[in-house]
T-cell receptor, first 111, second 112 residues
Framework: AQSVTQPDIHITVSEGASLELRCNYSYGATPYLFWYVQSPGQGLQLLLKYFSGDTLVQGIKGFEAEFKRSQSSFNLRKPSVHWSDAAEYFCAVAINNDMRFGAGTRLTVKP | NAGVTQTPKFRILKIGQSMTLQCTQDMNHNYMYWYRQDPGMGLKLIYYSVGAGITDKGEVPNGYNVSRSTTEDFPLRLELAAPSQTSVYFC???????????FGDGTRLSIL
């Protein structure tokens, strides 16, 4: 069955520390891959996307993600976290118009 | 530049009541979507539309109906509200071939 897994429900990091959020998918083919961020009471904002080509993609707000086909993963990274990065992060995959979301990872940033 | 606009932002319904969640976009996007988001869960697709007059079921369509008479509007209808439909509903839009979707700010619906 098609699925998207974000293994970490909640992550806490100190401001200035590095961050990696994990995402694994299970699809018959390589889907399009996305990371979204959601602040409380807001809709989702696209951080970055991967369709094809270079497996390391750069996004907004200093985020990047790496697609690893062999691991069916698309992990999100940021070298130095800012307090304003505290939010919920969703990985999503899409084939045609069928977009599926992971359950999300809530990021807390300690001062 | 409004983007995707959802109304209302909050609503409380009694079991068995009906209501329509409104969604409009001003980006001339052909594709529009309705999702629901339950606590601790990702978004689940309810219905989507690839153009005026065309709608299709998503992952969780039961209990909902949609229509798409214009490119701009994509209302979601609940005919007989049930407690299981308590959720936050998001509308989104995109261009054909542009999978990333522009999201509204959501409608928080409680059914008591």
């Amino acid at each position: 069955a098609q699925s998207v897994t974000q293994p970490d429900i909640h992550i806490t990091v100190s401001e200035g520390a590095s961050l990696e959020l994990r995402c694994n998918y299970s699809y018959g083919a390589t889907p399009y891959l996305f990371w979204y961020v959601q602040s409380p009471g807001q809709g989702l904002q696209l951080l970055l996307k991967y369709f094809s080509g270079d497996t390391l993609v750069q996004g907004i707000k200093g985020f990047e993600a790496e697609f690893k086909r062999s691991q069916s993963s698309f992990n999100l990274r940021k070298p130095s976290v800012h307090w304003s990065d505290a939010a919920e992060y969703f990985c999503a995959v899409a084939i045609n118009n069928d977009m599926r979301f992971g359950a999300g990872t809530r990021l807390t940033v300690k001062p | 530049n409004a983007g995707v606009t959802q109304t209302p932002k909050f609503r409380i319904l009694k079991i068995g009541q009906s209501m329509t969640l409104q969604c409009t976009q001003d980006m001339n996007h052909n594709y529009m979507y309705w999702y629901r988001q339950d606590p601790g869960m990702g978004l689940k697709l309810i219905y989507y539309s690839v153009g005026a007059g065309i709608t299709d079921k998503g992952e969780v369509p039961n209990g909902y109906n949609v229509s798409r008479s214009t490119t701009e509007d994509f209302p979601l209808r609940l005919e007989l509200a049930a407690p299981s439909q308590t959720s936050v509903y998001f509308c989104a839009s995109s261009s054909p071939g542009d999978q990333p979707q522009h999201f509204g700010d959501g409608t928080r619906l409680s059914i008591l």
